[in-house]
């Protein structure tokens, strides 16, 4: 177990490397901010001899920590609530990219992994890699049955850096949490680092990276104009993975697909369409969808890599999800409170009416306008000073649909800046809403929930007759009287109590041998 004094070192050292950049000034201003930490903040300022005046560099700070922290940073630009609006936009400009590892020892990872020389399984490998992350980097090859493969290989003792540094954001969190205050407790920051933690360590295993991609490729065969990679499984473990290789263009490159004549609106809505589909319909979705991981092929399919994150929701909240969304979409605020009060997001405390007419504050500026006209940060501002003024806390489980929501928003706008999303997801919702909650799925849920139950029967007669079996053929036991044992603990008598009783009745015994009454 690390101990305290470790957790602190390292705190203080990331603290004064974020001092430095001014990346704490925002929590050094917030009332809302544990005063405790206040103090602190301002104590690492004041030791490297830092101004609050000047832009904070929040993306530099986190990339100067190193590679669990580029991640962290990439999770809090989702949590404007939690970091504040400034440094929130600012970390969504923190890419994931650092110097690569030399092929020697990639090579040597590959080798080691599959315990056998690299050309067993590969016939070529360009040394050169298409991409350096954070946690892993990516070769061009050929296998030894000619096909051309991307190739995905763990950095050497990635694994063991991100534990540790995960353990004193966790101990970190713990004792942010401790500080008190309602704030800390609403915004729930230990289970936010529970969260970051399921997901890195997902990321760190590649062979369920290679899972989710096959998953999230059957869930998605029936949208034309999005697909999957295929995977390689005789390459692929939990340090390399091996997928096919996509001649496509990055979807970032607006000036090369408007050469190739690609229709832009189209590319938007398809895009837009695709994360509807994965988020509401197979509760299963991407949640790494920047413009680094999205590429265009020659006939405008969208192909998506890197399935390092994904996130699920269950259909209970997918189901509120979407009457979330099609209610702001047609501006019913009425049914959209009732939702947050059904689901316990708003605590039962608050007025429903008064958390729609907050809601109505919000939705009515952004309906009927293309993205271009709106303030996306405006919109998240107004939303989180709702959850604050309604104690609404943290949702960790929908953080991961926030982010891509971000990320799919900014790539569609940059396609088509005329898109509304508001109308291209809302006939989807509809539609969804239809055929999920409408009537016939109503029925048809009953009668699937009914006919569970009844198949369940005959197993719930056996356990029964398994523990009240039935008579046999002997005559049952007649009534005995009850026997008092003398090893009986009596009521108010202990072991005392029989020594006592003991010792009289020798005493009456010896008294009658000595008046001659027993012979």
Known sequence: MTSSATHLIRLARWGVTLARRRALVGIENDPNAPAALRRLVRLARLATLTGRRGTPDYAGAFRAIGPAAIKLGQSLATRPDLVGEEAANNLLSLQDSLPPVPFAEIKAAIESSFGQPLENLFAEIDPVPVGAASIAQVHKGVTTDGRTVAIKVLRPGIREKFARDITTYEWAAAHLEAMGGGEAERLRPRLTIANFKRWTNSE?????????????????????????????????????????????????????????????????????????TQAISAGFFHADMHQGNLFVEDDGTIVAIDFGIMGRIDRRARQWLAEILYGLTTGNYQRVAEIHFEAQYVPSYHSVGEFATALRAVGEPMRGK?????????????????????????????????????????????????????????PYVREWIRDELGPEAALADRLKTDAETLFRLPGLIRR?????????????????????????????RGWFGYVVAGLAGAGAVWGALAAGWIG
């Open 464 to 492: 029964l007759e398994e523990k009240y079996p039935p008579k046999g053929g002997a005559p049952e036991t007649p009534p005995l009287p009850e026997v008092r044992l003398i090893t009986d603990k009596r009521e108010g």
């Open 370 to 426: 293309p993205v271009k006209e709106l303030s996306v940060g405006q919109m998240l501002d107004g939303l989180f000073a709702i959850t604050r003024d309604f104690d609404m806390q943290t949702q960790p489980h929908l953080l991961l649909l926030q982010k891509t929501m971000v990320m799919v928003e900014g790539i569609a706008t940059q396609l088509n800046p005329d898109i509304n999303m508001w109308d291209t997801a809302a």
């Open 204 to 276: 760190l295993d590649l062979r369920r990276e290679a899972a989710s991609a096959s998953e999230l490729a059957e869930q998605m065969a029936g949208v034309p104009g999005y697909r999957i990679p295929g995977i390689d499984w005789d390459r692929t473990n939990g340090r390399v993975l091996t997928i096919e290789w996509i001649d496509g263009i990055k979807i970032s490159r607006v000036d090369e697909l408007r050469a190739r004549g690609h229709d832009f609106a189209q590319l938007s809505e398809r895009l837009v369409i695709s994360f509807l």
